[in-house]
């Protein structure tokens, strides 16, 4: 068995047996274990009880956290004239059309979220096989296909996550930075927790909400109380 590092023991010390604790006791426990010399971000898992892999229960949504992610987000547009000049002002970070696609399709991807106005979506198209598997292809279903491009660049940089399960039935996100207030923390928690139920497909079947963990970029992580977890 692998001889557990430093930093490793000093976490599994702080932790010790806890499991399904409130969302309050998980926070403290990872903000005192977090020992990264950069800011970790607090990373939360949650177990479904889904099959993505029939269409009525793939579970995929967004959520405005309320305290933000701490995360400097870069957001590519592709836009044309008025919506493109729209989007810059709204602080876009990148901004085209077939210029960009020519750049995507050249390996250079420089940008967490993309967002198309609805007309430029069959060039977007193009980059499926290349956006698709890194979940950055423009999708109506979460608000990045849309002719409101100065909203939707403004929610991307204003803490806005996008969440879809996995093929094992998980999702994972990150909801913030452990050097946020432990208040804040539990409140982004929260906030993801309840967006992902009231995402529930139609074709889940039993139990929907099986386990929460957190943990910390570095960190163990920690299952948290499910009653806790969705209290309002």
């Known amino acids: 068995m692998a001889k557990l590092g430093k930093r490793a023991?000093?976490?599994?010390?702080?932790?010790?047996?806890?499991?399904?604790?409130?969302?309050?006791?998980?926070?403290?426990?990872?903000?005192?274990?977090?020992?990264?010399?950069?800011?970790?971000?607090?990373?939360?898992?949650m177990n479904l009880g889904v099959d993505p892999r029939h269409a009525d229960q793939m579970v995929r949504g967004v959520v405005q956290l309320p305290n933000g992610t701490g995360k400097t987000v870069r957001v590519a547009v592709f836009a044309r004239g008025a919506k493109?000049?729209?989007?810059?002002?709204?602080?876009?970070?990148?901004?085209?059309?077939?210029?960009?696609?020519?750049?995507?399709?050249g390996g250079k991807i420089e940008f967490d979220r993309c967002i198309a106005t609805p007309d430029l979506m069959p060039l977007v198209g193009r980059l499926g096989k290349i956006l698709g598997p890194r979940n950055l292809m423009p999708n109506p279903k979460v608000g990045t296909v849309t002719m409101d491009v100065k909203t939707a660049v403004e929610a991307a940089k204003g803490g806005e996550v996008q969440?879809?399960?996995?093929?094992?039935?998980?999702?994972?996100?990150?909801?913030?930075?452990?050097s946020?207030?432990?208040?804040?923390l539990a409140q982004n928690i929260r906030a993801f927790v309840d967006a992902v139920n009231k995402a529930k497909p139609a074709g889940a079947k039993g139990a929907y909400l099986k386990k929460v963990s957190l943990s910390s970029t570095m960190g163990p992580g920690v299952s948290v109380d499910l009653s806790s977890a969705t209290a309002n």
Do not use: C, P, W, Y
Not at 24 to 36: G, P, T, Y
Not at 87 to 103: C, F, P, Q, R, S
């Open 180 to 184: 946020f207030d432990a208040e804040k």
């Open 84 to 105: 493109a000049d729209e989007a810059k002002a709204a602080g876009a970070d990148i901004v085209g059309a077939e210029d960009l696609m020519e750049t995507i399709m």
């Open 163 to 178: 969440f879809k399960v996995e093929k094992a039935g998980v999702i994972h996100g990150g909801v913030g930075k452990v």
């Open 9 to 45: 023991r000093a976490a599994q010390e702080i932790f010790g047996n806890a499991t399904n604790v409130s969302v309050e006791d998980a926070v403290a426990l990872i903000k005192k274990a977090a020992s990264a010399k950069f800011d970790e971000t607090v990373e939360i898992a």
